[in-house]
């Protein structure tokens, strides 16, 4: 396993990422977050909604929309990304860092098939022919818990549920064994019980591949129950870190403790 | 898939029979129509009208016969040409028609397909804006006036391609025509296009493919490319409304001697049977070709097509 | 309605056309219909008072274009006015009745819309003769479509809408409540769409009359001038050209202004 001494997956030091607003005032959606991730790490990042969790997460992958402004050290593998050039990032993406997303119905294209949107990263990344690619997407997709994975490849997003079409995702995010999965709320537009499955594959997957992950979500639930360390994030900034048992006993900024407070009202109100 | 086609099937039927019922009326209820009874006639030829078109029956019975006759695939015979049945006449001029139109939707989408694409992702720079200033113009210039204008500069003025007149059946007689009617459309190809395809690259799924490292041509292709020609596919349905009518004025500027020419001339000339027949032709098309579309259009989708 | 962003280059171009059209009587020497044998065939000659020359029967081309122009706006009014009464009258009612009714009279819009109407024109100018007014009511019959559909979602938005209710129940009829209360509301999105069937309209008239079947000589409109001037391109091609730029002109800055005033309102409304 990993020497605990050892350099950092990924590092970033005082990343912003900044938008040039209406009256040429600019907004940062992410500011000076520093951020470690070790391998085999999964750390999760807890924020509401507008917290700038998703724009961090598009930093790293340079997905961010045109007109942002990026600043500070992003260092992948000893790599720096943020201004990297846009081909290498490319040889990157759903290769060694891959991006699992919110919705999968509308995550997928309806108009191609499962198995041509997985076969594709192989074929693109690993020059795998397409017969090659689809032995590997098949047993991946078995891997995920898909039944009848013979029948599945052939068949469009819709055809699938939720749950299933969540798991593709995943499955198609770790074809070509990543080192860094990010997820952005992987899990909030499936039902509860659905919800536990894909927790449950997620630390299975990194038990097995050993992949890192970084998992935003606005669902302390959720990072309770896989997070080996958590970050909170409001308003672009990152306010708290710490390891996840002790985030839960001792929160030390307001802001932790105000969301603490709101989830386990929630959870109370629904026991 | 099957139970939306005939779904569609079903639905053009009324369509149809509101095209013949309001050909049937109007050629009835028409003041100086043929069944005129003011009208002065030579006996002989008012008793060959009435027997031939049974105007001694109840007007309902007439209707139903009419309804039988159009059913039957027989548009009656020419007012003008005595001893020619419309569907004759139709025959005749039906190849040119739908080769010059044809041809046309075929051009737009050749030459509207990348220009769309070309506008759509250099969005904002001046070749987008200059894509869609052209485009414009296409569309508002009316074929009644690009067709002339294209016959003067490149016949008449530079000499390079001849003017109409189909007699040899030489290819370069299609060129000016083929490029006056597809004028209009080769701008709205590329502007649905464009649009269809600024929309469809905002799409979630459009963004999980360049998170998967894919390069732009990949993306366009393979990803985009089909969401993309949807819009345009049921286009072509109402399209062809506009291609009829273009070909209408276009054959009577180039004088070509298709469906067209025979309607016009029918329209001068009072043969009500042809200009009816025709109509309802016409109206046929339309619906075939909206069908057609729409046909196209659900099998396209995975989700309709698969239901 | 705030004519913010019109586009002024358009503007000022229909303002002149329409000027001229409207002035030609009055403050030209030349009608449009007196041949004039001394004169035939002359190219633009500024010294003898006919700035783009004459056509073939000695009649000055710029009074002719001028007239042509009238004719065809006057033409295209009445038809979009014609298109309009019964686009929104039809609209009204079926947006006001809703339910089944509602669902009938906007299927036969469906049903409607998919016909060829250029062909059925042409059968009416077949059938009722080549008679200028009956063209525009012709023009009219097949145009009101849209503007039904218009009519028809903007009544259902209103219809829900306190003061309808309050009319209601203060006992008004319906008949009162749709020219009272309804119309004077629907006035504003009416008067965008009109902007774009004029332009429509004015190409229908064209065509008809360019295929023969419209405006009749003496009288002429610019699609028989385009159709004289095709006819002679090679001589002349003034004849052809004039006309067709000017009904291109005609059209685009129509088109271009109802863009505006529509993208303006559907602003507006939000």
């Not at chain 3, 004169?39 to 009074?63: I, Y």
């Amino acid at each position: 396993m990993e020497n605990p001494a050892a350099s950092p997956l990924l590092a970033l030091s005082n990343v912003s990422v900044q938008f040039p607003d209406e009256g040429g005032v600019a907004s940062f959606a992410v500011h000076n977050a520093n951020l470690d991730l070790k391998g085999g790490e999964i750390l999760g990042v807890a924020g509401e909604s507008g917290s700038g969790k998703t724009q961090l997460l598009m930093a790293i992958m340079g997905l961010t929309p045109r007109s942002a402004r990026l600043s500070g050290n992003l260092v992948f593998k000893g790599e720096e990304l943020l201004h990297a050039r846009r081909q290498r990032l490319r040889e990157l993406r759903g290769n060694r860092i891959a991006l699992v997303f919110q919705d999968p119905m509308t995550a997928l294209n309806p108009y191609l098939t499962i198995g041509r949107q997985m076969t594709e990263v192989l074929e693109y990344h690993g020059g795998h022919s397409r017969a090659a690619a689809r032995v590997r997407v098949l047993a991946m997709l078995e891997s995920v818990g898909i039944d009848n994975p013979s029948l599945r490849i052939g068949q469009y997003p819709h055809q699938l549920s939720g749950g299933m079409r969540q798991r593709v995702m995943l499955g198609m995010a770790l074809l070509c064994e990543p080192d860094l999965l990010l997820a952005d709320e992987p899990t909030t537009a499936l039902d509860v019980t659905v919800q536990a499955q894909v927790l449950d594959l997620l630390l299975e997957l990194r038990a097995r591949l050993g992949t890192a992950i970084l998992l935003v979500t606005h669902d302390l639930g959720v990072l309770a129950r896989v997070a080996d360390r958590i970050a909170v994030m409001q308003a672009g900034n990152i306010v708290e870190q710490a390891e996840v048992t002790a985030l839960f006993a001792a929160p030390q900024h307001p802001y932790t403790r105000m969301l603490l407070d709101s989830a386990r009202r929630l959870d109370a109100g629904s026991a | 898939m099957l139970r939306y086609v005939l779904r569609r099937l079903v639905a053009a039927v009324p369509t149809m029979l509101v095209i013949i019922t309001l050909a049937f009326a109007l050629l009835h209820a028409a003041p100086g129509g043929p069944f005129d009874e003011g009208k002065e006639m030579i006996p002989e030829i008012k008793a060959s009208i009435e027997k031939t078109y049974h105007l001694d029956e109840a007007v309902p019975l007439q209707y139903l016969r009419y309804l039988a006759q159009i059913a039957r695939g027989d548009l009656g015979p020419s007012f003008q040409y005595r001893n020619t049945s419309v569907n004759e006449l139709i025959a005749q001029g039906l190849p040119i028609d739908l080769t010059i139109g044809g041809l046309a939707l075929l051009v737009a989408l050749l030459v509207g397909l990348p220009l769309g694409v070309l506008a759509a992702t250099q969005r904002g720079r001046w070749l987008d804006h200059l894509s869609m200033g052209i485009s414009l113009l296409g569309i508002s210039v009316p074929v009644l006036v690009i067709a002339p204008l294209l016959i003067l500069v490149f016949a008449v003025t530079l000499q390079w391609l001849p003017a109409g007149d189909w007699g040899d059946g030489n290819p370069r007689n299609l060129v000016l025509p083929v490029l006056a009617l597809s004028a209009p459309y080769i701008a709205y190809v590329a502007r649905i296009t464009r649009g269809s395809l600024v929309e469809v690259l905002q799409a979630p799924y459009i963004r999980t493919a360049r998170a998967k490292g894919l390069p732009a041509h990949i993306i366009l292709l393979r990803h985009a490319m089909k969401p993309t020609l949807l819009p345009l596919v049921s286009f072509l349905g109402p399209a062809s409304i506009g291609v009829i009518t273009g070909s209408i004025v276009i054959e009577s500027v180039f004088g070509l001697p298709g469906i067209g020419r025979f309607f016009v001339n029918g329209a001068f000339n009072r043969d009500y049977t042809l200009v009816m027949g025709v109509t309802i032709l016409y109206g046929g098309l339309i619906v075939l070709a909206n069908l057609l579309a729409d046909l196209c259009y659900a099998w396209l989708d995975p989700r309709v097509r698969l239901s | 309605m705030t004519p913010t962003r019109l586009p002024r280059p358009s503007l000022v171009v229909l303002i002149s056309i329409l000027v001229a059209a409207l002035a030609v009587p009055w403050i030209s020497p030349y009608d449009y219909y007196t041949p004039s044998w001394d004169e035939l065939d002359l190219a633009p000659h500024l010294a003898s008072g006919h700035l783009l020359g004459t056509d073939g029967l000695g009649r000055d081309l710029l009074v002719r274009l001028m007239w042509g122009c009238r004719i065809s706006l006057l033409v295209a009014l009445l038809a979009s006015l014609t298109s309009l009464v019964i686009g929104v009258l039809w609209g009204v009612t079926a947006g006001y009745l809703g339910g089944r009714t509602d669902d009938l009279m906007m299927r036969a819009v469906d049903v409607l819309y998919s016909l060829p109407f250029i062909p059925f024109v042409i059968v009416l100018t077949v059938l009722f003769g080549r008679n200028i007014l009956l063209l525009f009511i012709a023009i009219g019959a097949v145009s009101w479509l849209d503007i039904a559909r218009i009519v028809r979602g903007q009544t259902l938005s209103l219809r829900h809408r306190e003061f309808i209710e309050a009319a209601r129940v203060g006992g008004m009829t319906s008949f009162s409540i749709i020219t009272r209360h309804l119309i004077p509301n629907l006035i504003g999105i009416v008067l965008v769409y009109l902007t774009l069937t004029i332009p429509t309209v004015i190409l229908i008239e064209a065509l008809l009359s360019f295929l023969g079947l419209g405006a009749q000589a003496p009288l002429t409109s610019l699609g028989v001038m385009i159709a004289d001037g095709a006819a002679q391109m090679q001589s002349r091609p003034l004849l052809l050209i004039c006309p067709a730029v000017l009904l291109a002109v005609l059209v685009y800055c129509c088109n271009r202004i109802g863009d505006a005033l529509r993208d303006a309102s559907d602003r507006a409304s939000g």
